[in-house]
């Protein structure tokens, strides 16, 4: 994804002497509480780009009102703010706010051990992470790495083993083996006759995690074959080859979801919730009743049985809206499917294409397909329209925004929010093409759409919450089975381009040298994009570390509502003569209710255990107050 | 609820065809159905996965990386160690209905290791698989026997499991300290070096003095108190082995007994059979009633750790025409003088205290070599060696005397008195500087356990789960002394054998009774007989877990070992520290914290934590544990304290 739009302060510090006072008028801003309360690292990029942010126009009376107006008032605030920006960054500069010890720095410090040690001899297969899927007959069809001959082997005792257990009428579940007191691998079996998957982890994964993981790389498979074709040709004959059957796309996905799970930052998988787009109520209710009267439009009702849901993400898997029937939801892991699929593989789709996609649900019912109606919501056409609508209206702020799509345009991986109408009757692709295009009709004409691109790519920051020393946090709620966390730039899910992914690969060897490599600032842009992968690698498992604070290794909360924090420090003994960076002093912190899952991660340096937690519980009040904008809570029922 | 114990090494197989060579041992803990057993190949089957899935997660990660490796089946659970380079001991649990952690059974594996080695030496030290496979025989199968028929031991040191190569200590550095200073004359340490460690007599003989102390709390609980209290040579590499194998003994068999430390008892489950069938059986009716009676009450006296009354044995005796026996025991008597300072002896006081050899040369001539000697097979300055070993009690302090193999004078009667002079004399000393501190009434607010990674020092006031097993159950096994059984137990009362011991805890009063018979083989049993002043002492707790009920102690273990399950799962950097603060909502405050050096957990209710957060200084540190109660921290900062 291109760099956020807004960021380019960052690079050109303007000198201006401008009194810190005017600081101090704007009581109500976060700045203010950031300035006042200087934290060990001090988050920078996150907390000055607020001004994109559609809810720190909340605390300012003039915007208070018109929300759908956001363009135009995003462009006031904009000017205004980067001048406060500017002069906030200088004034901290000149104060010298930084802290003694630790450097300033929106990184978190490594806090991992390295895979890779020299000294030992290299196991055939040294990989954190490695997915295997081969056929209850022991014919291979997947492994993440490895060459064949060798995978072949490996796949060779792996239907060994499980049929000896078979025969003894049981299966393998888990293979954990430790050393002394450190865990140092787990094997995780799942066995889905015909199809049997197994992971390997040499992370701190629990077995839950990886079952839950290879649950999903089954569910692909059922995605795209269906439970019933599956038995089917395997009834046939036993050793059926499944490669030969699947497409080269499909273990194209598969490398993907692997490689998402492995490397990606994707706590989809280990929340089992889905990501939601934070946008305004009236925003969410507007599109949500776009939907509703184009499903139960006149016109429509005769079709009305059609469509089974419909749904508006936004890139990244974030959810807008979605259309459901009364008393039916859709299952998350369905959901990531299908996100996967297209923010993975139909984003090259173009403005006038749609798609008709059968796809199974595995969750919905696994052995039947729905028929998907897909359409990219590209800007192409709202630009146009908008461009059309310039002359009329005048407001030189949507052209400004207008601007920005175009600039992110170009580089065409930049991902496109997608319309979904999902129909259990195959022959309905005229019938939602048609509620389809109305939909999109009046998402552009509504500027919804605008709307949803702006602030799909912006989301909050940390400065809006008023939380202290926090670095970065997932909060989800278990009623909704949806996450909220605070933007990263250049997060992106789904679209990891599998070129570069080829070469990022990481496994630690590449990595181990991370730690010096990631002070020196000066980078091309494939180093920046391979540090900022580093860095949303290292949060991933730091994230998964601290969620298996609250949950045993079979997934079940320690208690009813648990209270962890995790403190890493440094031991005192510097190891093998690394160049020590900063100290590290990485506190986070676990919270499980019967409601929430909150996962913190605070600044490096900032360990008072009470400030962290009045925190946790302001981000906590934060979420609940503004529910509505965070999650999608019913959807549009019809 | 055990499958199957096997121990193999694949590494004896030389040819293709000779895979049953690898085959130590395999024992079956099920009930073998009728005409089914295993078949040799079904096992070397089973062994060949074990293998398999071992090399199989060697392509992972390199296999030296690991000695150990727990298989989740559906139904079962297969806990393999690795020792000693190729040996592979895997236990299978069929433990569908018990939650016990698998780390559990682990630690137990790796104990019963070490406890065969200290028997009779390391696993490849034996030239013939034969040989090793007898002994495996010997050992592992009646390990495992009785722990299947007593699954709670499993239970027992709940999350001290998780370091089955560590042991625990007696944590009673504070009382010595102030004694320290007031007690003019020399310590008792140094006491006992002079006299008896470098005394003329013994030296360059005596290799190690250990003292342990293993009291059987009333409350059946505290554990602060328990363990190693000191060991005199350094670079004793064995001393974890030994000191659990210590505890395990005085855990499983509720006392430790000459019988238990010569390796004679066994628990075998009791014949279900109602003597009063018997009787009904038996022609001459009034006879054989009378008999029963006797047995019963000789039952009834053998409830008693084996410290069966001298006329109860007399009447059976006459009973049932084995008067010899009556010689027998007195015989059993070791005749030394001191023997008088029991109670009930010519003395005006009763002394409460009781020492004993309790595996010397002095037992009864026609005792096995095993109740004079215990070879053990030692470990000093990385040199495993064969020991003579003594054991020899005070009260609830037990001496082992580690002899060298060479040194002839043990059989010397009068070194062992003058021996046993000289130990009771330095730890009556111990006793009254160090552990006859009355404690102050005010259990502690937390409890604490501090794991020492250099030393392997156990320090810990957790109480554990200790077996209140319901008679009922009890009922169904019994202790058998196999030796002493064909002595004593002859024709009509052999069910009602006289070397049968129950695993019940005895209550005090009993005890009591069985103190005032005049004399009898209490000497040779149940000697750790608590005194009374340390009965008045216990009725407080140590701290605030010891009077929390059985199952919730349980739960709490587990609870904790989920914890530090957390820790040995964490894959931090090396050179990183790791501390948390877990805090559930049932009232579990816990902290933990591993640096490369030791692992601290520290568990308190914070339901009674006191509100007096206001007064404490900001910030002392990056610690975590500033935010556990005042007391604890307290603790915290007296143990930095006396580490630095």
């Not at chain 1, 359409?375 to 601007?403: F, I, M, P, W, Y």
């Not at chain 1, 909360?557 to 003994?573: C, E, H, I, R, Y």
């Not at chain 2, 001459?284 to 039952?299: C, F, P, V």
Request: aromatic fraction near 10%; charged fraction near 20%.
């Amino acid at each position: 994804m291109a760099e956020p739009p807004l960021e380019d302060y960052v690079d050109e510090f303007q000198v201006r002497d401008k009194p810190v006072s005017r600081l101090d008028s704007r009581p109500a801003s976060p700045f203010a509480v950031r300035a006042t309360n200087p934290t060990t690292s001090v988050n920078f990029t996150s907390s000055f780009s607020t001004s994109s942010q559609p809810f720190l126009g909340e605390s300012r009376p003039s915007s208070s009102s018109m929300y759908l107006d956001l363009a135009s008032e995003r462009q006031s605030v904009r000017t205004n703010h980067r001048d406060l920006e500017h002069e906030l960054l200088q004034s901290m500069r000149s104060l010298d706010l930084t802290p003694r010890d630790h450097a300033v720095s929106n990184e978190i410090p490594s806090l991992f051990e390295c895979i890779h040690s020299s000294s030992a001899p290299v196991a055939a297969l040294r990989q954190e992470k490695q997915f295997f899927i081969l056929s209850s007959a022991g014919k291979p069809v997947f492994s993440m790495h490895g060459q064949d001959e060798l995978v072949m082997g490996l796949m060779g005792i792996i239907h060994t083993v499980t049929n000896y257990f078979k025969v003894h009428a049981t299966k393998v579940r888990a293979i954990v083996n430790s050393c002394g007191n450190s865990v140092k691998q787990k094997l995780v079996f799942l066995d889905k006759s015909p199809i049997l998957l197994m992971a390997v982890s040499l992370r701190e994964e629990s077995v839950n995690d990886l079952l839950q993981q290879l649950d999903f790389l089954y569910s692909y498979l059922i995605c795209t074959l269906s439970r019933r074709q599956l038995t089917r040709l395997f009834s046939r004959r036993e050793n059926f080859d499944l490669r030969h059957f699947l497409t080269n796309t499909d273990f194209q996905n598969l490398t993907h979801i692997c490689e998402s799970i492995a490397n990606g930052f994707n706590p989809d998988f280990l929340l089992g919730a889905l990501r939601c787009l934070t946008m305004r109520k009236s925003t969410r209710q507007a599109l949500h009743g776009v939907m509703l009267t184009h499903v139960q439009h006149p016109d429509a009702a005769a079709e009305r049985g059609t469509i089974l849901y419909g749904l508006i993400v936004a890139p990244g898997g974030q959810l807008c809206s979605v259309l459901r029937p009364k008393g039916h939801t859709l299952h998350t892991t369905d959901l990531h499917l299908l996100f996967s699929l297209i923010f993975n593989q139909f984003q090259g789709l173009q403005q006038d294409q749609e798609l008709w996609l059968p796809i199974c649900f595995p969750k919905f019912n696994s052995s039947g397909f729905l028929h998907c109606y897909i359409r990219l919501l590209s800007d192409d056409k709202s630009r146009n329209v908008v461009a059309s609508q310039n002359t009329s209206s005048g407001s030189d702020a949507r052209s400004s925004l207008s601007e920005y799509a175009s600039e992110e345009n170009p580089s065409n991986f930049s991902p496109k929010p997608a319309l979904v109408l999902i129909s259990a009757q195959k022959e309905s692709f005229f019938a939602l093409k048609k509620i389809g295009q109305g939909i999109v009709d009046d998402l552009i004409s509504k500027h919804l759409l605008e709307q949803i691109t702006a602030i799909s790519s912006l989301g909050f920051t940390m400065a809006d919450i008023p939380a202290k020393f926090v670095h970065h946090f997932i909060y989800k709620s278990k009623k909704h089975v949806q996450y909220v966390m605070p933007r990263l730039e250049e997060l992106d899910l789904y679209n990891n381009d599998t070129y570069d992914d080829a070469n990022s690969t990481f496994t630690a060897n590449e990595r181990s040298e991370g730690r010096e490599s990631l002070n020196a600032e000066d980078g091309m842009e494939t180093d920046k994009k391979g540090r900022h992968k580093h860095y949303l690698y290292k949060l991933m498992r730091t994230y998964t570390h601290i969620r298996n604070n609250v949950i045993d290794e079979n997934g079940v909360p320690f208690n009813k509502s648990v209270l962890s924090f995790v403190q890493w420090l440094s031991d005192g003994l510097p190891m093998n003569d690394l160049p020590q960076g900063e100290a590290v002093d990485v506190l986070c912190l676990a919270w499980l209710t019967p409601n929430f899952e909150l996962l913190l991660i605070c600044n490096n340096g900032a360990s008072d255990r009470n400030v962290i937690l009045k925190s946790a519980k302001s981000i906590v009040d934060w979420c609940r107050k503004n529910e509505d904008r965070l999650f999608v809570k019913n959807g549009a029922i019809f | 609820m055990l499958d199957f114990i096997t121990v193999f090494n694949p590494s004896y197989i030389t040819k293709e065809e000779d895979a049953e060579k690898q085959l130590l041992l395999f024992h079956t803990f099920q009930e073998v159905e009728e005409g089914r057993n295993l078949s040799l190949n079904e096992k070397i089957a089973q062994l060949g996965v074990i293998q398999a899935l071992w090399q199989f997660s060697g392509t992972f990660a390199e296999s030296q990386d690991m000695s150990e490796s727990v298989i989740e089946l559906e139904d079962r659970v297969l806990c393999t160690i690795v020792v000693e380079n190729g040996f592979f001991v895997t236990l299978g649990i069929a433990a569908a209905e018990l939650d016990i952690p698998a780390n559990y059974f682990a630690a137990n594996l790796r104990h019963c290791y070490d406890f065969s080695v200290l028997q009779f030496g390391l696993w490849s030290g034996f030239t013939s698989r034969k040989q090793l496979t007898d002994r495996l025989n010997e050992f592992l199968v009646p390990f495992w026997t009785e722990l299947n028929l007593m699954p709670h031991h499993l239970w027992y040191k709940g999350f001290m499991n998780c370091w089955p190569h560590c042991y625990k200590v007696a944590d009673i550095e504070d009382n010595a300290k102030t004694d320290a200073s007031s007690s003019s004359s020399s310590s008792w340490e140094a006491d006992l070096k002079q006299q008896v460690l470098l005394d003329d007599s013994s030296f360059l003989g005596l290799q190690d003095l250990l003292i342990y102390h293993l009291p059987k709390a009333t409350s059946g609980k505290s554990y602060k108190l328990y363990g190693l209290v000191r060991s005199f040579t350094p670079n004793f590499d064995s001393l974890p082995q030994f000191s659990n194998w210590i505890e395990h003994l005085d855990n499983v068999y509720t006392r430790l007994s000459s019988h238990v430390l010569a390796g004679n008892v066994q628990f075998k489950e009791a014949a279900e059979e109602e003597p009063t069938v018997l009787a009904n059986n038996s022609e001459d009716l009034s006879t054989t009633q009378s008999i029963m009676d006797q047995s019963r009450k000789l039952y009834n006296n053998f409830t008693y750790p084996l410290s069966f009354a001298h006329d109860a044995v007399h009447e059976v005796g006459n009973m049932t025409g084995i008067s010899s026996s009556m010689s027998l025991l007195s015989d059993l008597m070791p005749k030394i003088p001191s023997w008088k300072i029991w109670p009930n002896s010519d003395d005006k006081k009763a002394k409460a205290a009781r020492s004993e050899f309790l595996i010397s040369p002095l037992s009864a001539s026609f005792l096995p070599e095993s109740y004079k000697v215990k070879k053990m097979h030692l470990s000093y300055d990385g040199v495993l060696q064969s020991f003579n070993c003594l054991f020899w009690f005070y009260n609830e302090a037990l001496v082992v005397l580690v002899y060298k193999e060479n040194f002839g004078k043990i059989w010397d009667h009068e070194y062992l008195h003058d021996t046993h002079f000289k130990l009771s004399q330095c730890i009556s000393k111990l006793y009254t500087s160090h552990l006859n501190a009355t404690h102050n009434g005010v259990p502690d607010s937390f409890c604490y356990a501090i794991i020492s990674k250099n030393t392997r020092r156990l320090r810990s006031s957790f109480p554990l789960n200790t077996a209140q097993e319901n008679s009922t159950k009890t009922s169904t096994l019994e202790l058998v002394v196999s030796g002493l059984d064909e002595f004593l137990a002859i024709g009509t009362n052999r069910k009602t054998s006289v070397a049968t011991l129950h695993p019940l805890q005895a209550s005090a009063n009993s005890e009591d009774e069985s103190g005032k018979q005049p004399w009898g083989l209490s000497l040779m049993g149940g000697i750790f007989k608590k005194g009374p002043a340390d009965d008045a002492s216990k009725k407080y707790g140590e701290t605030f877990l010891d009077d929390i009920p059985e199952e919730k102690l349980r739960f709490l273990h587990l609870d904790i070992n989920k914890f530090i399950n957390t820790l040995n799962t964490s894959k931090r950097a090396p050179d990183l520290k790791e501390e948390k603060l877990i805090k559930l909502n049932n009232g579990v405050l816990c902290f933990l914290s591993e640096t490369s050096k030791e692992i601290v957990v520290l568990v308190e209710n914070w339901f009674d934590k006191k509100p007096s957060k206001s007064k404490r200084s900001p910030r002392d540190g990056n610690n975590l544990v500033q935010y556990m109660g005042t007391e604890v921290f307290k603790w915290w900062q007296k143990n930095k304290r006396t580490q630095t």
